[in-house]
């Protein structure tokens, strides 16, 4: 009875001439199937959903997203019959529909058994590889390691006699395909199939007409890189990876050559150093040199992660004098990439070889034209300074720092401000005052808020990192200063200091520095804005005076009612919110 109204409800509903009404009821098939139970979605479910297969798009979609569920319902030993309804759709003209077939396919096979694989979803595969059309392959290739990682050698031999003729097939987006998942299938492929099938399938490719298909060599290159040395093969990496990656480097297509750049440092992991040095550092130069500008930044931000796998004499010989051309390249993304991949270089090359070789670099890129240049620079400066030494630091980067915390970009200015912190844990206190506490509070007058803003954060971080006593002899006496400036801004900025510090703070000290002589100094300002923000930045600090109700009692307390009393409307509603509990 509970079957005959459920299927009821649902079969008008998978006819009705409404899209909508369809799809809602193809996104609730799981809800029925479970209503059913197991017996009478296999028996009456499944072929019902037949009539679907001739739907639209939309339709298809959702059905093969939903197939992927019906192991819950049906149990994990009766997916087979799943395959009669997604190999159809494995066939359709959207590729939505197909990604969603091919991945319900890879999620129901998990529970077929090995004689399953062999007798239900190898036949399918073969339907799919030997059908007319691009799609029904296009779909086979994806769902081609299920099969070929689950079966003897022997049907793996016949396998990838398939794969082969995929790889050679005659429409581009078959190739595509092929060249796309053949890294799939070498994990699962024995050496001697890797030295003769496999790389008649990447000759293929390399010797391809469409640079979409060459490209994808080098992925395929690297998985057999990694297969090799897993299956202790490594040896074999010169014969077989190396011809493909001389083709790559070498392809008159820069779109094939991007790839190589992309994707360089992972495919020096994989071959290992010894083969690095020997055999890819020439190609690797060759990159950084490419007459396109796009290769030599993918290139460029490889850098520091392939001299990882090299000597350092032979990236001071071999790279260094690439690096000093590419600080003034005349393609600007190509100095950026070079500008955040090479601060990472110091720790490789160490205090006494970053200060030879690198330190000069660092600070020609300090300078570029292009505010990115310099921002890349000033967000891994920490990388350079823990290294160089407090010498260094004093002579040659507090010179550049101090030039850019004027800088025309606003952002270069921030990227400075938040550098600060991390200067002041290697410095002396004293020369940091000298030298850099002058920017630190000229931020708070700049003309972009933005930056004053940063300016007050960057007092708070200042605070934690050098201790309370730094805020009372240097700082405090400098936000007291600004709160008598004849700005109206630049008193805001006071106060935004002041709401910053105070959790950071002792009790006395905000009751005394920070509450009296900087926030309540202000409550009669002429600026309206500067006594409404009076009342935002005491709203910080009530919180943190509640063991102090005789100092909140006589001293708040008086301010809050004069800014209950305020002539300017915003100030006095604002006044009126509830500070504290009565």
């Not at 319900?104 to 058994?113: D, G, N, V």
């Not at 290769?295 to 001299?307: G, K, L």
């Not at 090359?349 to 020609?364: E, I, K, R």
């Not at 006071?494 to 510090?501: E, N, P, R």
């Amino acid at each position: 009875f509970k079957y005959c109204i459920a299927m009821d409800v649902l079969l008008p509903e998978l006819q009705h001439i409404d899209l909508q009404i369809r799809l809602n009821a193809v996104s609730n098939i799981g809800l029925f199937a479970k209503k059913l139970g197991k017996e009478e979605t296999l028996k009456s479910l499944l072929p019902a959903l037949q009539i679907l297969l001739s739907d639209e798009d939309e339709i298809l979609a959702a059905l093969a997203e939903q197939i992927s569920s019906f192991p819950d319902h049906i149990g994990t030993d009766n997916v087979v019959p799943l395959l009669e309804l997604l190999e159809p759709l494995c066939k359709a003209e959207e590729t939505v529909v197909r990604n969603k077939a091919t991945a319900s396919i890879e999620a129901i096979c998990k529970f077929f058994t090995d004689e399953q694989i062999q007798t239900s979803f190898v036949p399918m595969l073969k339907r799919l590889a030997s059908e007319e059309w691009f799609t029904p392959k296009s779909s086979a290739c994806r769902i081609f390691y299920i099969a070929f990682s689950r079966s003897p050698s022997e049907v793996q031999s016949d396998l990838i006699s398939i794969y082969k003729t995929l790889c050679s097939d005659e429409t581009p987006m078959v190739r595509r395909a092929a060249a796309t998942h053949l890294k799939s299938l070498i994990p699962f492929a024995p050496v001697s199939m890797m030295e003769e099938q496999i790389l008649d399938c990447v000759k293929s490719f390399d010797n391809d007409e469409q640079d979409s298909v060459r490209l994808l060599v080098v992925d395929i290159a690297i998985a057999i890189a990694k297969t090799l040395t897993e299956q202790n093969a490594a040896g074999l990496n010169k014969s077989i990876v190396e011809p493909l990656i001389t083709a790559c480097c070498q392809d008159k297509s820069w779109r094939v050559r991007f790839m190589v750049g992309t994707k360089f440092a992972e495919l020096a992991s994989a071959l290992g150093e010894e083969m690095t040095k020997d055999v890819l550092l020439p190609f690797f130069c060759g990159l950084l040199k490419d007459a396109e500008a796009e290769v030599r930044m993918v290139a460029a931000e490889q850098i520091s992660r392939v001299a990882e796998l090299l000597p350092l004499e032979t990236v001071i010989s071999e790279i260094l004098p690439i690096l000093k051309t590419l600080s003034v390249d005349e393609a600007q993304n190509v100095r950026e990439a070079m500008a955040a991949d090479i601060m990472l270089l110091a720790k490789q090359f160490g205090t006494q070889g970053t200060n030879d070789h690198l330190l000069d670099l660092f600070l020609h890129l300090l300078k570029d034209d292009v505010a990115e240049v310099r921002l890349n620079v000033i967000g891994k400066l920490d990388q350079v300074t823990s290294i160089i030494g407090i010498e260094h630091i004093s002579t040659h980067l507090i010179p550049a720092i101090v030039e850019l915390a004027e800088d025309q970009q606003w952002r270069v200015r921030q990227a400075v401000i938040a550098f600060m912190p991390r200067l002041a844990k290697q410095l002396d206190i004293q020369y940091f005052n000298d030298k850099l506490l002058p920017l630190c509070v000229g931020w708070l007058s700049d003309s972009v808020f933005r930056i004053r803003e940063k300016a007050a954060e960057n007092l708070m971080n200042l605070v934690s990192v050098l201790g309370v006593e730094y805020y009372t002899l240097s700082i405090h006496p400098q936000l007291s200063k600004i709160t008598k400036s004849s700005n109206y801004l630049y008193r805001m900025v006071a106060l935004f200091a002041a709401a910053k510090l105070a959790p950071i703070l002792p009790v006395e000290v905000v009751k005394t520095q920070l509450t009296e002589e900087l926030v309540l100094v202000l409550v009669d300002d002429v600026t309206a804005n500067v006594r409404l923000n009076v009342g935002a930045s005491l709203d910080v600090i009530l919180p943190l005076l509640e063991g102090e109700p005789e100092f909140v009692a006589s001293k708040i307390q008086p301010a809050l009612k004069k800014l209950g009393e305020d002539k300017d409307m915003d100030v006095k509603a604002y006044a009126a919110v509830p500070k504290v509990s009565s």
